[in-house]
């Protein structure tokens, strides 16, 4: 096989498939994951609305999911992710597991990064009269946005190692590609490749990361 049947016919396809999985799990589980730490947020001890009983259950559910090994987690959901999309294999399939397993992960750092906010500011908000969700929306996620990209950076980067654990159970991607045509059938070309391409891919989303939180940190 040429270079360029191996750019077209088997990389550029599943990088393509990565993209995907990466994109849109990171995105559900981003948004998922705000929700999750909103309400750790709230309910908490220090929270705008303590509920010891609402906190206790959301931090034990969000500490048993991550507990998980992501290919475990995945198998485990197989049942859930049928009933969803109609199969267990491919990738629209795939983003079901993934962002299941990237969302208790965002909610853990942004609410790390919610609760890093100087209390000071938060109680100035509130002798101004400000609601609980101004408080949110317009105190504390202002204060932590920058700390939040980092965080997102931070998960981008692990569910794409995520993606190439689920290329070994038929999610396709790279991952599937580094498994079966270069480990499988001894593809030394195709195997860096795959991992050359997956280093490139990790740079640059660091480094938009990086930017960004330097851009908004000023």
């Known amino acids: 096989m040429s270079n360029e049947q191996l750019m077209t016919q088997i990389l550029w396809p599943n990088f393509v498939s990565t993209l995907i999985m990466v994109g849109c799990s990171a995105l559900l589980s981003t948004v998922l994951g705000f929700l999750l730490a909103t309400v750790l947020i709230i ?30 987690l995945m198998v485990a959901l197989m049942p859930v992710t049928r009933s969803l999309v109609g199969t267990t294999i491919g990738t629209t399939a ?42 949110i929306l317009k105190v504390m996620l202002v204060e932590a946005f920058p700390s939040l990209i980092s965080s997102l950076t931070l998960a981008i980067i692990s569910v794409l190692g995520y ?10 991607g790279l991952g599937a590609v580094a498994i079966t045509y270069g ?35 000023a």
């Open 43 to 72: 309910t908490n001890k220090q929270g705008l609305k303590p509920n010891p009983s609402v906190y206790r259950v959301l931090d034990f559910l969000i500490n048993v999911v991550r507990s998980f090994p992501f290919i475990i």
């Open 94 to 135: 795939a983003i079901v597991p993934l962002t299941f397993a990237m969302t208790p992960y965002v909610a853990r750092l942004f609410e790390n990064n919610m609760l890093e906010v100087n209390p000071y500011t938060i109680d100035a908000a509130k002798s101004f009269g400000a609601s609980n969700s101004q408080i």
């Open 163 to 172: 993606t190439a654990m689920a290329g070994t159970v038929g999610a396709g």
């Open 183 to 217: 480990y499988q059938n001894f593809d030394d070309r195709v195997m860096y490749s795959t991992v050359l391409i997956l280093i490139v891919f990790v740079q640059l989303v660091q480094v938009a990361g990086s930017y960004l939180y330097k851009k908004i940190k």
